[in-house]
Structure formats: C-alpha cells, structure tokens
Antibody, heavy 120, light 107 residues
C-alpha cells in the first residue's frame, strides 16, 4: 500500500522558517518524481514544487521561488520542503504527492496534509 | 502560465442525477488534464488522468472527455458520497495550475 506520511507543520512568525517532511512507503521512491501542493484556508489547490527522481531538477511556482527549497533523500524515502522568509499568505495546508509512475504529471497519491500557519 | 477556469463554481443536484463540470484552459494542452475529488478535511483524490482515463478503483459513473482547451467531468447517477469539491489540473508545462474548483452539493 502506498503511503505518504507528512510531518513538520506548525505556527511560525512572518519572516521565519519551517521544514516539512514526507516519508514514503509502499513503492520505489527513487523511481518517482514528487511534488508539493498547498491549499490556503477555504481556497483552492495551488501547485508549489516538483522534484525529479535524483533531485537534480526542481520546479517552483513563482511565488515561492528563492524562498522555498525542495529536496529528497532516496536512501530514507523522504521528501522535504524547506520554507524560508515565510509570509502570511503562505498559510495553508501543504500536501506532498507522488507524480504518476510514468512522470506524465498528475498526482496519483497524496499525503494527509499538514497545516502551516504564518502569523505574528 | 496556463489559466484553468471551471464552471460552474458550485452546483446542487439530486441522487441519481447526471452532472457535468467544465474546465477551460487559456491555451491548448492536448489531453494533459487530470480531475480530482476533495472532501472536507481530506487530501484530493485522483479521478481522471489524460482527460479521459479512469483511475483504478474509481467508480465508472465518473467520466472525463475533451481535448485542446475544453474538458468535462461527468458524474452519472449521483450518489450521496459524491458531495465534494472537484478540481481540474493541467500538466502540459510548468507552472502546473489547478482550476478554482467546483463544489457539488447533493440535495
């Protein structure tokens, strides 16, 4: 069974940092692109970032470029999102998700989501 | 960035009805479109990929169609458990974008 288990959310002040983690099981993690999608309270889904299998290609939405960094550790089946210089409008539930096995671009498995609140 | 516009933003229908949700893209994306269902407090669930392919385990009352710039999600024979928000997503190029969502209420 494919599982993505997230951790690391919480409350942080504007300008602060937070690191999210996502541990995968039930599939060969090193074979899959992975991604992050967020959802502000009461709002729709917003793509945040994707990372390729070895971690050498990373794509970001413009609004987080230069502030967020995604990485992965294939030996530990883990995906990370380092969020720096956080802003109030980064407040959202963050989901990690697996890109389909053929890397076409849809997300076939999702983590449970974790809330990040940026507030003073 | 490719913009995705869903319509309607919300709708209400009865058990057994058939409903259609439309997703229009600001430029052609061939069939690079997926549909998701999201229930309150839960992660999105993949329903349809490549515009018309049904994800394994998803009931056959869900179907997708379209190409180019106009796509539809159809739910036939609505069930109470179909009450949810539905989102389209393109994966033609970066940045990936989602539609704004359609909230479906079952009367």
């Amino acid at each position: 069974e494919v599982q993505l288990v997230q951790s690391g959310g919480g409350l942080v002040q504007p300008g602060g940092s937070l690191r999210l983690s996502c541990v995968a099981s039930g599939f060969t993690f090193s074979n899959s692109w992975m991604g992050w999608v967020r959802q502000a309270p009461g709002k729709g889904l917003e793509w945040v970032a994707n990372i390729n299998q070895p971690g050498s290609v990373k794509k970001y939405v413009d609004s987080v470029e230069g502030r967020f960094t995604t990485s992965r550790d294939n030996a530990k089946n883990s995906l990370n999102l380092q969020m720096d210089t956080l802003r109030v409008d980064d407040t959202a539930v963050y989901y990690c998700a697996r890109v389909d096995v053929f890397n076409n671009g849809w997300y076939d498995y999702w983590g449970q989501g974790i809330l990040v609140t940026v507030s003073s | 960035a490719i913009q995705l516009t869903q319509s309607p933003s919300s709708l209400s229908a009865s058990v057994g009805d058939t409903v259609t949700i439309t997703c229009r893209t600001s430029q052609g994306i061939s069939g690079a479109l997926a549909w998701y269902q999201q229930k309150p407090g839960k992660a999105p669930k993949l329903l349809i990929y490549r515009a018309s392919s049904l994800e394994s385990g998803v009931p056959s009352r869900f179907s997708g169609s379209g190409s180019g710039t106009e796509f539809t999600l159809t739910i036939s024979g609505l069930q109470p458990e179909d009450s949810a928000a539905y989102y389209c997503q393109h994966f033609n190029s970066y940045p990936i974008t989602f539609g704004q969502g359609t909230r479906l209420e079952i009367k």
